[in-house]
T-cell receptor, first 113, second 112 residues
């Protein structure tokens, strides 16, 4: 079964600093997603990455995908408090599991002044 | 707002009881997915329906069942509830049988 590993699981960073969250997955996939979740709330779609070398940016967040290494990164630039949330990487299955998302455990990000 | 509607938002019930969670997908979406989120298991896929038919099952307990109706809304039925079933249950929908899924607000189930 497809496995997704995220690290770190907990990240505490000062405002203004940069950091990267890593997402490794075990088998080939055609689509990778990043979601944001605030405590007790829904999952908000941030990025959809479809091809090797894909890079997408939205504000202070930038996501990239290396399908050969089965690695995606979520880079945070000049963090602000509003970015505090849990970030999930999810990989879509193929074949009989097409459509199914396999989630990492999430990275709980806390940004402090 | 993702456009996916789940009801109820909160549910408190006793062990051994049965509950039904409801999901209305975004307009035009044919797929509905159910996920369970708990502290120990994280986000786990339960089941996927596409245009009224079951497409895939995950680690869904035999006590749980689901269906998708002709109007494309879906219901997740949980029976003989146990304390360990307490979790946040999410419904998501997508246009096709794959691709980007949009999540509802979830139903927080507490079994006491």
């Amino acid at each position: 079964e497809l496995k997704v590993e995220q690290n770190p699981l907990f990240l505490s960073m000062q405002e203004g600093k940069n950091y990267t969250i890593y997402c490794n997955y075990s088998t080939t996939s055609d689509r990778l997603y990043w979601y944001r979740q605030d405590p007790g709330k829904s999952l908000e779609s941030l990025f959809v990455l479809l091809s090797n070398g894909a890079v997408k940016q939205e504000g202070r967040l930038m996501a990239s995908l290396d399908t050969k290494a089965r690695l995606s990164t979520l880079h945070i630039t000049a963090a602000v408090h509003d970015l505090s949330a849990t970030y999930f990487c999810a990989v879509e299955g193929r074949g009989s599991t097409l459509g199914r998302l396999y989630f990492g455990r999430g990275t709980q990000l806390t940004v402090w002044p | 707002d993702s456009g996916v509607t789940q009801t109820p938002k909160h549910l408190i019930t006793a062990t051994g009881q049965r509950v039904t969670l409801r999901c209305s997908p975004r307009s035009g979406d044919l797929s509905v997915y159910w996920y369970q989120q708990s502290l120990d298991q994280g986000l786990q896929f339960l089941i996927h329906y596409y245009n009224g038919e079951e497409r895939a099952k995950g680690n869904i307990l035999e006590r749980f069942s689901a269906q998708q109706f002709p109007d494309l809304h879906s219901e997740l039925n949980l029976s003989s509830l146990e304390l360990g079933d307490s979790a946040l249950y999410f419904c998501a929908s997508s246009v096709d049988a794959y691709g980007e899924a949009f999540f509802g607000q979830g139903t927080r189930l507490t079994v006491v």
